[in-house]
């Protein structure tokens, strides 16, 4: 079993400033790495698939970087709508989610 | 434009069955895989199950597995869900995806209540 961990669970940042977010698997893991964002009361919103391509239509200020256990999902100049929780997933060998990074307003 | 949208979702008891549908459109759907996604109350993602687009190819979470059976008709672009010996961390958001570059398209969700 593969477990990804995500750190830290919550992330306070101001508006301007910048997030970076830690998703680490438990073992090298290919580069099937996606990151999602979801607001309250919404289906997840794929961002990155391939651990570094953003999916259609998402700005250039959400990037993914990584490889083997460790991934890194970086968000520029917050504004309001990207506060929300956002989760990495492994989807390939083996299919499983992070427990998610909350990125609120400071 | 391509729409993924759930129903069958409600309150059951515990050891009761529910199945669940994904109706799609705007797309191919034989071409995908497709995938199932849980989200408990207040909880993150779990990933349920996937089915290849012709269906030989299947998974399930180890929670599931033995008591839950995904499968698809398409030619009536369906995707399906069938949940038996249901309990109550079964209890959640039922979530269907379409596998292309990861999960790019989802529904909106239906909500199971496992509760006496």
């Known amino acids: 079993e593969i477990v990804m961990t995500q750190s830290p669970a919550t992330l306070s940042v101001s508006p301007g400033e910048r997030a970076t977010l830690s998703c680490r698997a438990s073992?090298?893991?290919?580069?099937?790495l996606a990151w999602y964002q979801q607001k309250p009361g919404q289906a997840p919103r794929l961002l990155i698939y391939g651990a570094s391509t953003r999916a259609t239509g998402v700005p250039a200020k959400f990037s993914g970087s990584g490889s083997g256990t460790d991934f890194t999902l970086t968000i520029s100049s917050l504004q309001s709508e990207d506060f929300a929780v956002y989760y990495c997933?492994?989807?390939?060998?083996?299919?499983?989610f992070g427990q998610g990074t909350k990125v609120e307003i400071k | 434009q391509v729409q993924l949208v759930e129903s069958g979702g409600g309150l059951v008891k515990p050891g009761g069955s529910l199945r669940l549908s994904c109706a799609a459109s705007g797309l191919t759907f034989s071409d995908y895989y497709m995938s199932w996604i849980r989200q408990a109350p207040g909880k993150g993602l779990e990933w349920v199950s996937y089915i290849s687009g012709s269906g030989g190819t299947i998974y399930y979470a180890d929670s599931v597995k033995g008591r839950f059976t995904v499968s698809r008709d398409n030619a009536r672009n369906s995707l399906y869900l069938r949940m038996n010996s249901l309990r109550a961390e079964d209890t959640a958001v039922y979530y269907c995806?379409?596998?292309?570059?990861?999960?790019?398209?989802w529904g909106q969700g239906t909500l199971v209540t496992v509760s006496s």
């Open positions: 997933q492994l989807y390939s060998d083996w299919w499983t």
């Open positions: 995806a379409r596998l292309a570059a990861a999960l790019d398209y």
């Open positions: 073992q090298s893991v290919s580069s099937a």
